[in-house]
């Protein structure tokens, strides 16, 4: 960090460090502490502080932490304050954006204030979220007269081009994160024209890179870090051997993410990207010197070729790739149209390269060409046997090739050490607290054969299992031999909480079964005047309840049904934190799947009955899925104990996650699954959620929900 700042100890005594770092922890959080002094609703939670004198002890040890911190234990401030407080340059990385703004914009300047501390703080996202001054310019000459939204959106964007410092297109109010624009007047690697541009200097991905460079502590996102490791793009490569402490809040993300940047992808959307550049350019900058609408149409032609061979399928479909053709895909004409692509991209990249010296525009095209080549190159040959290789079909085709999980990656790229066996240990008496219900230590040895590490590790989520060793977080991100923690919430649940599994409703693979939930959703939302979330497994799901609801409430004012898709999720979101804002407004049902699963936080009463439709199974067809059970199944291990069970509570325990938000919230969560009643592993999934107070009776589920109602007067 910066020169002033003072490090909680010298190199020449560890134990002193700790103990000076751990007492700096302590006083902080204490009753009388800066915390306290400042915030009078603050109250000391022992599992907050526990958890901190953890990190504490990382950072001085230079070693790595799991932890996972259920809601309300306070994680945030937890890991920020000994990072903070140890001196050294930090990096601390989110699953989301919103996270991440929450951080650099409210949590990290509150807690530099409270320390005292000048912190020079940057936040550093992907080159997506940034205004490229060049591609803008671009962009007016490129969007047809005719496309008049297209053009007002564009002509706003060069108004706030005028203004930005940050360039941060997040910043501008109305811009919807669907809008065709954005990619437009973004730079990806594969457009970006580097040091070459008119704009370099003043470029916001540039200016946003040399701010974190010479931060005390910078904010990014898992996606930006993973990119960063695959291809050394994002800054990180310089940013990262300057840092002692690095830190992944939302840590449970990190797996599917890291293997998305880890493996290989060729997407038709990136064949029609270039075609739509390399037309624009070449009209705009060499008309005449090569028969540029040709050679566009010719690799559009060919990238369409490609997605009729597949033909029609569901949105969402991924075909297997065991062989050399996708599964049920015709042997003969898969390979001619991929050939009859590649042709097509080498007879583009010819042309390019002759007009290399008329401008970078031109290399950069001729290399995007030159790698989608290569890329090809690769699909045609057998898959690796630690990856799978399938077809992501929806209008568009991805080709994607995937490591199973990011272990050889974190072990050898970020933490740079050797597996280790795990030892189960007592904690010591010092921070032997009630609210830490596991903690397992790597094992120590010598000086001389352990690997030190010269950078702090920390990792930490809500959720990372469903038993004391988090295998289902630290065996697929290889860290089997890190150092675990387990740190339960301090709310009441058993008071405040309670969970409904309808043991009469139909089967979850029964057709009648989503509106089956559709009624028991509306007959319950109308006893609280709306304040539900539902959480859907499926898109059909989600299509299906959604419609049933929106009859059942058509026509009436008191409750409102907001289904995903047809907004934002930040609309969506906004609008039924409202609720029924005092009675101005219905109350509001959200339907909603995928990302609604997490990242929703609806304190107080604006969220008071989450439903979940069903049990969330890993889809067994998917081809990652099954490429992993075929793994553990060569390992003489149980798929579905040891990787359906786990995946299941997991997600299980994020959509609970959503009901209770705060100390004093209150809430029913009903899972309409009846196997949770029936099958064997239903206890063990019943008891990765918190510790609700069990409604075994639709008698009991209503005295619940009325009893809630009364007290906010919808009675």
Known sequence: MSDCLTPAGSNSGQEVAQ????????DFFAPGGPLAEHDPHYRERSGQRHMALAVARAIVEHDALVVEAGTGVGK?????VPALLAGERALVSTATKTLQDQLFTRDLPYLANLLGLPLRLALLKGRGSYLCLHRLHQARHTVLRSDGALLH??????RFAQSTRTGDLSELEGLDERSPAIPLVTSTRDNCIGSTCDHFRQCHVNVARREALAADVVVVNHHLFFADLAVRESGMA????SVHTVI???????????????????GSGHVLDLCRDLLATGMQSARGLADWQTLARQLEQAARELRLVVGQRPAGTKLRWTESVPDTLNPDEWPGALRALRTALEDAASALDMMSELGPDFVRLHQRATAMQERIDLFQQPCPPDAVRWLDVSAQLRLVQSPLDIAETVRTRMLKRKQLPVQEREPESAWDEPQVIHEVQSEKLHDDHRIKQGRTWIFTSATLGDEPQLRWFTEPCGMQDVATLQVESPFAYATHASVHVPPDLPLPNAPEHPAAVARLVAEAASQI???TLVLTTTLRSLRVIGEALRRRFEGGDSIEVLVQGESTKRRLIERFRLGDDEGRLPGCILVASASFWEGVDVPGDGLQLVVIDKLPFPPPQDPLVEARSRRLELEGRSPFRDYFLPETAVMLKQGAGRLIRRENDTGVLIVCDRRLLQMSY??????????MRRLASREELDAALQAMACRHGKD
């Open 19 to 26: 103990s000076t770092l751990e007492q700096q922890v302590l």
């Open 153 to 158: 959106t564009i002509s706003r964007i060069e």
């Open 76 to 80: 945030t401030f937890a890991y920020l």
């Open 529 to 531: 005047g709306g304040r």
């Open 682 to 691: 239903g206890n063990r999934l019943l008891k990765a959620l918190p510790p």
């Open 238 to 241: 310089e940013l990262l051997p």
């Open 248 to 266: 992944f809040d939302e840590a449970h993300q990190l797996n599917e993410i890291g293997t998305q940047f880890m493996g290989m992808q060729l």
